[in-house]
């Protein structure tokens, strides 16, 4: 695919997350209002909606149902924008910019903030849940996906995780498992929630697609790891450097510039070989791979 095709694809398809985003949202003036304000405040017009775009790509493999797939794309979306809300407080990463703007902790308050992660959270399950064109047992599956990367086996674990080993050496495994789980279990749920709006995928499918996004998980965290060092505030839309001035184990501290640059394209090339059975339906899911080594923020 070429470089302008996918990010036109990558315009379209954010264009279409903000107005999935927007219809879901509660409106400002419904009661709570300050509540529902900081929702919208946190969620819409920011961020590569990285997530979303891998659900809408996965989709293209199969025969998808357009509602489950705008369903899944709000949802998957509204979870991830809770884990930054609550990673950005003091209690958490204590971080003052999020999106290029003020967190939401400091543009509203810390317990407003904390609500904002809860409903948000809990929005992402109603929308899932709503009517859509598949089979009872598979959207039930996409609720249960989005369920346990988000918890304690995933998302939240991986946290848990991070927050217990701040200032403490980590090797290469154990810092892939913490970050299989805070980064990486989300992105795993955006490929298979993609891959279940399509009743053709079968159990192969999905397990292909399933090695495809772990390995894609662990790359996006270790280019993170390395934008925090190379790339400035304004570049990145959060603090530079957090990483190194909070003494966390990262995969640049472990092993360096050069390496861990070269890992995440390694691990890139090893996902997109996942993709060679899906032919040209898999060029988005390509695309995105490369993207992720490519990005500046």
Not at 55 to 66: I, K, N, P, Y
Not at 80 to 90: F, K
């Amino acid at each position: 695919m070429q470089a302008n095709d996918l990010e036109l694809w990558q315009q379209k398809a954010q264009a279409q997350t903000e107005l999935a985003l927007e219809r879901v949202l509660p409106a400002n003036h419904a009661v709570p209002n300050t509540l529902h304000e900081a929702m919208r405040y946190a969620t819409l017009g920011g961020g590569k909606r990285l997530r979303p775009l891998l659900v809408l790509a996965a989709s293209e493999l199969g025969e998808a149902d357009f509602t489950a797939v705008e369903q899944a794309m709000a949802a998957i979306e509204m979870v991830h924008v809770y884990s930054l809300v609550h990673d950005d407080m003091p209690a958490m990463d204590n971080d003052s910019l999020r999106r290029g703007k003020p967190t939401c902790h400091v543009q509203y308050d810390e317990a407003t903030a904390l609500l904002v992660g809860d409903a948000l959270q809990t929005l992402a399950f109603d929308v899932l849940s709503r009517p859509a064109n598949l089979p009872a047992a598979r959207q039930l599956k996409m609720v249960a996906v989005l369920a346990k990367a988000a918890g304690s086996l995933g998302m939240a674990g991986g946290q848990a995780i991070d927050l217990a080993n701040v200032g403490k050496a980590m090797n290469q495994a154990e810092l892939e498992q913490m970050h299989g789980l805070k980064t990486g279990a989300l992105i795993r749920a955006a490929v298979m929630l993609g891959a279940l709006c399509c009743p053709n995928l079968n159990d192969d499918d999905m397990v292909r697609l399933d090695g495809y996004a772990k390995k894609l998980g662990l790359a996006f965290q270790v280019i993170d790891d390395v934008l925090d060092c190379e790339a400035d505030t304004a570049t990145l839309g959060k603090t530079a450097g957090k990483d190194a001035d909070n003494d966390k184990p990262t995969y640049v501290k472990l092993m360096g510039l050069a390496d861990a640059r070269s890992y995440a394209e390694t691990l890139v090339a090893d996902a997109v070989s996942l993709l060679v059975p899906f032919g040209g339906k898999a060029a988005r899911l390509r695309g995105l791979a490369e993207f992720v080594t490519a990005r500046k923020n």
